[in-house]
């Protein structure tokens, strides 16, 4: 338990729900870490085709699966409901439709089982994430969390102390993975199929810019990066092409993974030179990633290296949770309520990162 904080019996069960995005998840967690359940339904082949999430088609699919998604994460973990100690669920950031379908489905729980509502940020709760099934964070702590929505980094002095450091000022990291795929045409979503393509290629094939911004800046920008990637595969418009790609048509195959492992080489590069600045300018020795971004190869093997260099330690998510999920939510929830940080029936929903 982390100082200022109410010592919870042993035991105290939470259930959290999350459905910011294109995941309806509910999970059971036990003392804020020992996951029992964690359900998820996935949306990729809804949003597929268009490239990319479709928020009404998102908020629609998250109604039809959350009563399921509860059921089976209830059964799953075995519990009775008049065990439940508290409802999480994330209220922020997200989708506007995709949030209120998780909230409201979080208000009934608590309303029904006379229990108190925490809401949680989904940002922070991947900041979180990897003390999920293991240890304990050690803080003071740098986190870096990279997702489709989110690139941010935190100054975490416990579980629900955060400081944010920076954010993107425009492409999230996921999104430009996203973005680089659809110009590849290495289909979606972006960041694994990337990260495949990168395996068979060179990451110094081509030389695409880092957007450090000035000074010592912690914030970040990808747009840049995305537009290079445009440009070297369909050429400058308005330019003479002669010697320039016109389409990834006239990529070979060796052609698009050199692409690919340039892009994310500088993508990486990047996102670690940022953490590197953040546990710099605070003196934390632990380093977290979290977030869908956190499951990419090179990223994992980046800060790995960064930690050793530091002798930092080092906080991975498991892969299963990396995407979102309601465990983290329950996680964080547990401290939350540790912290008497809960919330009423009126609570709302908010699309944008408090900063």
């Not at 059921?71 to 995709?98: H, Q, T, W």
């Not at 979606?188 to 990451?203: I, M, S």
């Not at 747009?223 to 595969?233: D, F, I, N, R």
Request: net charge neutral; hydrophobic share 45%.
């Amino acid at each position: 338990m982390t100082a200022g904080q109410a010592d919870l019996p042993e035991g105290t069960t939470i259930v959290g729900i999350e459905s910011t995005c294109d995941e309806t998840g509910c999970a059971v967690v036990v003392d804020g870490r020992r996951v029992l359940s964690s359900v998820v339904a996935s949306q990729i082949e809804l949003h597929a085709r268009f490239g990319g999430v479709v928020p009404e088609i998102a908020s629609r699919a998250h109604l039809e699966a959350i009563n399921t998604v509860i059921g089976r994460a209830l059964r799953e973990a075995g519990i009775d409901p008049a065990g439940v100690a508290a409802v999480a669920v994330c209220n922020r950031p997200g989708l506007i439709g995709s949030l209120l379908v998780g909230l409201m489905a979080a208000k009934t729980l608590a309303w029904v089982w006379e229990v108190p509502l925490i809401g949680v940020d989904h940002v922070h709760a991947h900041a979180y994430s990897p003390a999920l099934d293991d240890e304990p964070i050690a803080y003071p702590a740098v986190a870096l969390v990279a997702s489709g929505g989110h690139t941010s980094l935190y100054h975490c002095r416990s579980p629900v102390d955060i400081e944010l450091l920076g954010a993107t000022a425009d492409d999230a990291a996921g999104e430009a993975f996203d973005k680089v795929a659809a110009i590849l045409k290495l289909g979606f979503p972006g960041g694994p199929a990337v990260d495949r393509a990168a395996r068979k290629g060179n990451p110094d094939a081509v030389k695409f810019p880092r957007a450090l911004l000035k000074g010592q800046s912690l914030d970040f920008s990808f747009s840049g990066l995305k537009t290079a990637v445009l440009y070297h595969v369909n050429g400058v418009p308005g330019a003479i092409r002669q010697g320039v790609h016109k389409g990834v048509a006239e990529l070979s195959a060796q052609d698009v993974a050199d692409v690919a492992a340039s892009f994310q080489a500088a993508l990486v590069d990047t996102l670690q030179i940022k953490l590197r600045r953040a546990a710099k300018a605070t003196g934390a020795k632990t380093l977290v990633l979290g977030g869908g971004v956190a499951a990419n190869s090179a990223l994992r093997k980046a800060v790995e290296k960064l930690a050793a260099k530091l002798g930092a330690s080092l906080r991975l998510p498991a892969m299963e949770y990396c995407v979102d999920n309601a465990a983290m939510t329950a996680g964080l929830g547990y401290h939350l309520l540790a912290a008497g940080k809960t919330d009423n029936l009126e609570l709302a929903a908010t699309a944008t990162v408090r900063r």
